[in-house]
């Protein structure tokens, strides 16, 4: 009985600072008085929390501001140098990675070319490893301040039943680029100590909109990631929806055409298809030779005017966008839709108008009429800035718990990323 109690008295402390540090954290600077009011906590507790936050480092004071006839009140938000996270995106023709502070201020950042080796699975987990480790030299950081590592990948991620942090049970299905059941967690654990987390790229892009982006004050969202490819993130009741094997979201593999024209993932008619970017270019006559996927479609924009091939491309892709648009407002009622990936805000300006009014045609018009649509506010870099929210998350869910650390050895050998040690580790994990 004894044990229980404690148990309980834990619970109730670790939950008091979670809900400080979350509320401190998104509507900070706070002073006590405003945190006893947003969150319903005793004045004593409040005190108690707050001493024991300064006292680790987690919040710091930022200023006073006067109050009605007494003394000064002290604002404290959280301490944006307590800490340090990364987010990598696993992109279509690169990885990035970048290390953030705690108020998600970039301090260093490397981007790597995926170039020939394109997805092969030991090449990603390479280049992954190889720009965590040169985020974290550049920055000056000791890897022990480095809270996590959150990571942002093409297909679907089945989390397993492993401690938050740990990686090892996480496993990535990604049909579009070959990889079936790829234990990416095993993989990049035997090369790094970090704490690791993996999700879908379209979750973690759809997770930075709503903390700081076009959801953000909404509990009902969907944010879709146009790239190469397409994808989703489904936010109901202010939460994300994962399905029962992590695989909701996958939008862009929906039909829209019964027999429509040949997906990366294999099948036919898919929204992917016809509005992804991989797609378009590929049906374009006049993209130009020898440049990127972003720079090619930069130019079939600009040549929408005078190509009337162009322009008829971007005008289809403008209605099959409404069309997958309008089943997730009969699907899911959201109150805003948000458009975000590098070239849905390459394509936003343009077609979002023509998308609107397919959209409001092919829904129903109750729930059509109450949704808005408009584009993401992060730019082409939020996968990333989502990747780095997993492992910030955890730190304030937990009130500032931190991750459990791997022996010192493998930390020191993960601070050699292309080094034969990290090769054979890999093939390790490979078998």
């Known amino acids: 009985m004894a044990e229980r109690v404690k148990r309980t008295v834990r619970d109730l402390r670790r939950g008091n600072r979670a809900s400080l540090l979350r509320h401190l954290y998104f509507e900070g600077p706070l002073s006590r008085q405003e945190l006893g009011r947003d969150t319903g906590l005793s004045a004593g507790s409040i005190s108690n929390v707050v001493g024991e936050l300064i006292a680790d480092g987690m919040?710091?004071?930022a200023g006073a501001v006067e109050s009605d006839g007494g003394r000064p009140r002290i604002l404290l938000q959280v301490a944006a140098g307590y800490g340090y996270v990364v987010g990598v995106d696993v992109g279509e023709t690169r990885v990035r990675v970048e290390l953030f502070d705690l108020a998600l201020t970039?301090?260093?950042?490397?981007?790597?070319?995926?170039s020939?080796?394109?997805h092969d699975v030991d090449h990603v987990v390479r280049l992954?490893?190889?720009g965590i480790g040169t985020v974290v030299r550049e920055a000056g950081v000791d890897d022990r301040e480095v809270l996590g590592v959150g990571i942002g990948v093409p297909g679907i991620v089945e989390q397993g039943d492993r401690a938050p942090g740990d990686g090892d049970g996480i496993v990535v299905h990604g049909q579009t680029i070959d990889w079936e059941a790829v234990p990416l967690g095993r993989l990049l654990r035997a090369g790094t100590a970090l704490p690791l987390y993996i999700d879908n790229g379209a979750k973690t892009l759809g997770q930075a909109e709503m903390w700081f982006g076009g959801g953000r004050?909404?509990?009902?969202?969907?944010?879709a990631l146009i790239g190469s490819g397409v994808g989703a993130a489904v936010?109901?009741?202010?939460?994300?929806?994962?399905?029962?094997?992590?695989?909701?979201g996958e939008w862009g593999h929906t039909?829209?055409?019964v027999g429509g024209r040949t997906c990366r993932c294999g099948s036919r008619g898919c929204l992917e298809a016809y509005v992804?970017?991989?797609?378009l270019l590929g049906r374009w006559p006049g993209r130009p030779d020898g440049v990127s996927e972003e720079s090619a479609l930069a130019a079939m924009l600009a040549a929408a005017d005078h190509d009337p091939h162009a322009g008829a491309l971007l005008t289809e892709a403008a209605e099959y966008l409404g069309a997958g648009i309008a089943d997730l407002i009969n699907l899911f009622n959201p109150q805003r839709i948000v458009i975000g990936g590098w070239a849905g805000l390459l394509l936003g300006p343009r077609l979002l108008p023509a998308v609107r009014e397919f959209a409001a045609a092919y829904a129903l018009r109750h729930p059509g009429a109450q949704t808005s649509i408009e584009l993401g506010r992060l730019g082409a870099d939020a996968v990333t800035v989502g990747a780095a929210t997993l492992p910030l998350g955890h730190f304030l869910d937990t009130g500032g718990e931190l991750p459990v650390r791997l022996p010192a050895q493998t930390r020191g050998d993960a601070d050699h990323g292309g080094s034969d040690p990290v090769r054979n580790r890999i093939a390790r994990a490979v078998r």
């Open 235 to 248: 936010v109901a009741d202010g939460r994300p929806y994962h399905g029962a094997s992590s695989s909701a």
């Open 59 to 61: 919040v710091e004071e």
């Open 106 to 114: 970039e301090r260093a950042s490397a981007d790597l070319p995926l």
């Open 217 to 223: 004050g909404s509990g009902n969202v969907v944010i």
């Open 128 to 130: 992954a490893l190889e």
């Open 255 to 257: 039909t829209l055409r």
């Open 276 to 279: 992804g970017a991989e797609a």
């Open 116 to 118: 020939d080796g394109g």
